[in-house]
């Protein structure tokens, strides 16, 4: 017996939404309206009473309402082809993942091993030898329609999924890739594909369009918002594998932009996998937008309700990783096998006219804080704090003077405020005309010790009027200098000439003459690799963000170092100075974030993005640490 209406749904629109219609004696008000109640409102839509449009990632969430409807009310249901394909292809991985969750053991595992080798397939382009690690990634995800890569940072995950990528494309599963990745990761999917292949795919950065014959788009979050149109068309128009690095940045789902723009382009692609290191920066319910990513609207389903609450508790994370086990993989930091970096710690001793600022100034704070106090309120305050006393620890210069106006716009503290005339401003005044900070007296002749022996040397600072300083200061050594205004090649546009990231690490890499990175961490917070080039950094000065330092040291210190390279990572600690304090406090750090890359469950930790570079003082552990600094001085020095 026929129904006794029709609802007709097409996928419609780029990017795509399913947009219902009917004719108004067909179908009952009751149903229509409840439509968009339970499958919600495609942005930009104007639903009425004949035709509206709802998400395709909804109405595939919401199928089975809508089939128990329509039963309910007698309405028949007729598709578009491009919908139905669709349609079915969800059932099939609803299908696949429970299958997958179901599967014991020993069962996944003969599925793994049963992986063959993608590099001997036949028309396979992949020709890297992977690291064992690698390799059981590797078959492991090819086990899955989608998979999670959840490997410490510098683990070598892009080899790792264009070995995926190749494997889909030779069985006919995809015929394109779309990476979306921050900018600093672009470099990274290039170099990496000239390794993976022997011959490699055309690989484009987009820029709104996308030449005829690109077989690769790496684009990043940022751009989504006003391109999704031309993307979701690009996706469409193929097979479609669709890859997110640094995943973690669209934690925040629906919630935010970034993640509302992933989770359209999702249902779109023929495979999706995601990449991260740090894939719960904040918690367990990090993970609802992720899984939702590679298995849409089946998060609520495969984790655990105590991670769907608002507050998780944090054994919670246990249950996390036990939950989705069978859908991701996880390489820690001990499996690299890389030889531990040699650390020394070089002693500086300030001249007279610096010391005497800094005692001063240090003095100064002892006398406006009530240093009893280690409340989470005055952590942004006391960072404050802290970046002065690393300024006058390191060069005295920059509490004085602002360059071009780079500094105030990539500080993140306000100008210090010394009345002119005190004690303490003339100090800072004469300091100039009479000292050259011995910080970068050492550093001069550590670059010219490694120059001569043939090593180049890599230049961290916070500051950028030290960055700037140390460029004219080892001029003869031609450095290479990048920070947050040297823009990235999309940014620069075509001006002819300009000094882009880009240009600055080809010349670090490629010309013998230049010997020195100069390098601000929020700049280079992730995605660079120097280990081919560089095995010496030397830290100008820290602040108490752990993580900073981690990832910096991974800029150098990654797989792929040949066994045996010695790799020399050199602090420069201004003695009795905020230095030591934060030495201290970074080491007892690194050491539970390193414990955590080495644990094979999930953990919540993040390390800073070039989106969030995190806080110059994290806890109260840091705070302590800042005061009983502070105070340890406060009877010997001079008052300002």
Same mark, same amino acid.
């Given at each position: ?346 002693? =500086? %001793? !300030?001249?007279? /006219? ?6 001063? #100034?240090?003095? +100064?704070? &002892? *006398?406006?804080? @009530? ?13 404050? =704090? %802290? !970046?002065?006393? /690393? ?6 210069? #920059?509490?004085? +003077?602002? &360059? *071009?106006?780079? @500094? ?18 003339? /100090? ?213």
């Amino acid at each position: 017996m026929s129904p006794a209406g029709m609802l007709q749904a097409r996928l419609v629109g780029r990017p795509p939404v399913v947009e219902f219609s009917r004719a108004a004696a067909d179908v009952p008000d009751d149903l229509w309206f409840a439509l968009p109640v339970q499958l919600g409102s495609a942005r930009g839509s104007r639903n009425g009473a004949q035709r509206l449009a709802v998400p395709v990632e909804r109405f595939l969430g919401g199928r089975r309402w809508l089939a128990e409807a329509c039963t309910r009310y007698d309405v028949g249901l007729d598709f578009n082809p491009e919908l139905l394909e669709l349609l079915q292809r969800s059932q099939l991985e609803s299908a696949a993942l429970d299958e997958r969750l179901a599967a014991t053991p020993s069962v996944a595992a003969a599925a793994q091993a049963a992986v063959p080798d993608v590099r001997v397939a036949a028309d396979s382009r992949y020709i890297r030898d992977l690291r064992a690690f690698q390799d059981r990634d590797l078959r492991k995800l090819l086990t899955l329609d989608h998979g999670a890569n959840f490997s410490v940072p510098g683990a070598g995950k892009t080899s790792v999924a264009y070995g995926i990528y190749e494997s889909a494309r030779v069985a006919g599963q995809v015929d394109r890739l779309l990476v979306v990745a921050p900018l600093s990761a672009f470099e990274s999917w290039e170099v990496e594909a000239q390794s993976c292949f022997s011959t490699p795919p055309r690989i484009q950065r987009f820029a709104g369009h996308i030449p005829h014959g690109t077989e690769v788009v790496l684009v990043n979050y940022q751009r989504l918002e006003n391109h999704l149109s031309a993307l979701a068309g690009w996706l469409l128009e193929g097979r479609a594998h669709l890859i997110l690095d640094e995943a973690h940045r669209m934690k925040r789902g629906r919630s935010g932009q970034w993640g509302t723009n992933c989770l359209n382009l999702a249902p779109l692609a023929r495979r999706r996998d995601i990449l991260t290191g740090t894939p719960a920066p904040q918690g367990p319910r990090d993970f609802i937008a992720l899984v939702d990513f590679i298995w849409p609207n089946q998060a609520r389903r495969i984790l655990p309700g105590a991670a769907l609450v608002s507050d998780p508790a944090p054994e919670t994370m246990g249950d996390v990783s036990q939950a989705i086990e069978p859908l991701f993989v996880r390489t820690t930091k001990s499996e690299l096998g890389l030889d531990e970096p040699h650390l020394h710690v070089e002693p =500086v %001793t !300030m001249k007279p /006219l610096q010391r005497n600022i800094y005692d001063a #100034l240090r003095s +100064r704070y &002892v *006398g406006m804080f @009530d240093l009893s106090r280690t409340d989470q309120s005055l952590l942004a305050q006391m960072g404050e =704090v %802290t !970046m002065y006393l /690393l300024e006058a620890a390191t060069n005295p210069r #920059l509490l004085a +003077r602002r &360059v *071009g106006g780079d @500094d105030a716009v990539t500080f993140r503290y306000p100008t210090l405020a010394i009345a002119p005339g005190s004690p303490l401003s003339e /100090l800072i005044a004469r300091y100039t005309d009479h000292e050259m900070p011995p910080k970068f007296e050492k550093l001069a002749q550590a670059v010219a010790t490694n120059a001569a022996a043939g090593r180049k040397t890599l230049i961290w600072s916070n500051f950028i009027g030290n960055l700037l300083d140390l460029e004219r200061l080892l001029a003869p050594h031609q450095p290479a200098l990048i920070y947050g205004a040297i823009p990235h090649e999309e940014e620069a546009g075509s001006l002819a000439g300009t000094r882009t990231r880009e240009s600055e690490l080809g010349r670090f890499r490629n010309d013998a003459r230049c010997q020195v990175l100069l390098a601000n961490p929020a700049a280079m917070a992730e995605g660079v690799s120097l280990h081919e080039t560089c095995h010496d950094a030397i830290y100008l000065e820290r602040t108490f963000n752990a993580g900073q330092y981690l990832q910096s040291l991974d800029r150098i210190h990654r797989l792929g170092l040949p066994p045996g390279t010695e790799t020399r990572i050199t602090f420069l600690e201004s003695e009795s100075s905020i230095d030591e304090a934060v030495d201290a406090r970074v080491g007892l750090k690194a050491q539970r974030l390193g414990a955590m890359l080495d644990d094979p469950d999930l953990v919540t930790m993040a390390l800073p993005d070039d989106d969030d570079y995190g806080q110059v003082i994290e806890d109260v552990e840091d705070l302590a640490a800042l005061f009983a600094h502070l105070e340890g001085a406060e009877d010997q020095v001079p008052a300002a």
